[in-house]
């Protein structure tokens, strides 16, 4: 579903290409494979040449006057380049859940031509299809993980990034295919509010209920019990089996943004749907802290405060680019985020262990970086691998060579 997507103009008349998805997917998926290395290696080289250390318990680095506007810049957003320790809400935390609302913003437009043909939803193609693209992407994650490393099944980890992506997706797209907009959101609500339940009234033995400690909570108890081989964290996964669960509803999030986006309403232009879709953004935002109150912000757990507001900033980030791109045709800027969004999972496969993009950027450009001081090379060894992949991914795309699961 990378390059799929399609909207109305504003007179309805012919259909176009909805960039700002590309876009927006491309954006997020700069800071996994090569922002996060730049700006933490910018943060780096300032901390060093100012004396400053990271704090242990959360990973952030303090900041004193001395410092100039933009050596704090590139350290606050280092600081934001790093998860929440547990309970708690960064930058970094909303990369995931963003992806997986662009996944769900895709499918009102990728199905829209099997929900109009009566026969094509008699076809059980569409589900062999999703049922495929859900076991790529599980397989990709464990093979990511070191699954032809063969340290033995008790060392592989089965759970992973695009395992979560491919289930969530598909458990989504059967409520999306099979349910009006009513039961959509009847959905939506029963699997919050039936996480909920579960986390804090279901008792963990030897811990009680609603225990929610990184040992003591039941999504972490469940991984221990039934997640097969490795688990990411020894006593729970972040990618784990019961909080799975509530990440289809991160999903759905987009289907609804996407849902309201391609429909034909005679009085509400692109531009006011911008508005709407913000005021939806930061009410989910509300939604989201006030749950958090009783169940608070958390990514481990993907607790359904942390959905609503996650998917809040995703409606938000979401909004501002479509109004940009595709309402305003400001969309030069972003070409390098579509270059990047247009063939996703290849890159994030080849930078997770199928290329050693950091040797090649010393490998071509050592000699530049040799020049710089010392403090910096980090910094510049990763904008050697961004230069590497951007030239990479814009071939890609002029040769129209998009990797579809």
Same mark, same amino acid.
């Given at each position: 579903?990378?390059?799929? &997507?399609?909207?109305?103009?504003? @007179?309805? $008349? ?16 700069? =800071? ?12 780096? $080289? ?16 303090? %900041? ?13 957003v280092s600081n934001q380049l790093h998860h929440s320790v547990w309970n708690g809400f960064t ?18 437009? @990728?199905?829209?031509?099997? /929900?109009?043909?009566? &026969? ?13 693209? %859900? ?23 089965? $759970? ?12 989504? $797209? ?26 804090i009234f279901v008792p963990v033995p030897g811990f009680g209920s609603g225990v929610l400690t ?17 688990? !990411? ?10 909080? %799975? ?18 429909a034909d309403l005679p009085k509400v232009n692109p531009t006011k749907k911008t508005m709407f ?11 989201? /802290? ?61 930078? !997770? ?23 910096? !090379? ?22 129209? =060579?998009?990797?579809?699961?």
């Amino acid at each position: 579903m990378n390059s799929e &997507q399609t909207a109305k103009t504003e @007179s309805g $008349a012919k259909p176009k290409r909805l960039i700002s998805l590309d876009a927006l997917r491309g954006f997020d998926m700069f =800071w996994i494979v090569n922002g996060e290395g730049i700006f933490h290696g910018i943060a780096d $080289a300032i901390m060093k040449k100012n004396g400053l250390v990271r704090n242990a318990t959360d990973w952030t680095i303090g %900041t004193n006057n001395s410092l100039s506007f933009f050596e704090k810049f590139f350290i606050g957003v280092s600081n934001q380049l790093h998860h929440s320790v547990w309970n708690g809400f960064t930058f970094y935390d909303l990369i995931f859940p963003l992806f997986i609302f662009i996944s769900g913003v895709s499918m009102p437009f @990728s199905y829209h031509k099997y /929900l109009q043909n009566p &026969q094509e939803q008699n076809s059980k193609k569409i589900y062999y299809a999703l049922i495929k693209r %859900t076991l790529i992407l599980i397989t990709l994650g464990v093979i990511i993980n070191g699954l032809f490393k063969f340290n033995g099944y008790e060392n592989t980890r089965f $759970a992973s990034v695009l395992g979560r992506i491919g289930l969530s997706t598909f458990f989504a $797209a059967l409520i999306y295919l099979n349910s009006s907009l009513k039961k959509q959101i009847y959905w939506f609500i029963g699997i919050l509010l039936g996480y909920y339940l579960l986390m804090i009234f279901v008792p963990v033995p030897g811990f009680g209920s609603g225990v929610l400690t990184p040992e003591g909570n039941l999504a972490a108890y469940v991984d221990r019990l039934f997640l097969p081989g490795k688990l !990411h964290r020894v006593f729970y996964d972040p990618e784990g089996l019961l909080s %799975t669960i509530p990440a289809i509803c991160s999903a759905m999030m987009g289907v609804f943004a996407g849902t309201f986006l391609k429909a034909d309403l005679p009085k509400v232009n692109p531009t006011k749907k911008t508005m709407f879709m913000a005021l939806a953004g930061i009410l989910c935002i509300i939604l989201g /802290l006030v749950w958090s109150l009783v169940f608070p912000i958390n990514k481990t757990m993907w607790t359904s405060s942390f959905v609503l507001y996650a998917g809040g900033f995703s409606i938000l980030i979401f909004a501002l680019f479509y109004y940009t791109i595709d309402v305003k045709s400001i969309y030069k800027w972003s070409l390098p985020f579509v270059w990047i969004g247009t063939n996703s999972i290849l890159i994030y496969v080849c930078a !997770h262990g199928l290329f050693n993009f950091e040797s090649s950027s010393g490998f071509v450009f050592g000699g530049l970086i040799n020049f710089l001081a010392d403090d910096y !090379h980090q910094a510049a060894l990763w904008f050697g691998v961004f230069i590497i992949q951007i030239c990479l991914l814009k071939f890609l795309y002029d040769k129209k =060579w998009f990797l579809k699961i």
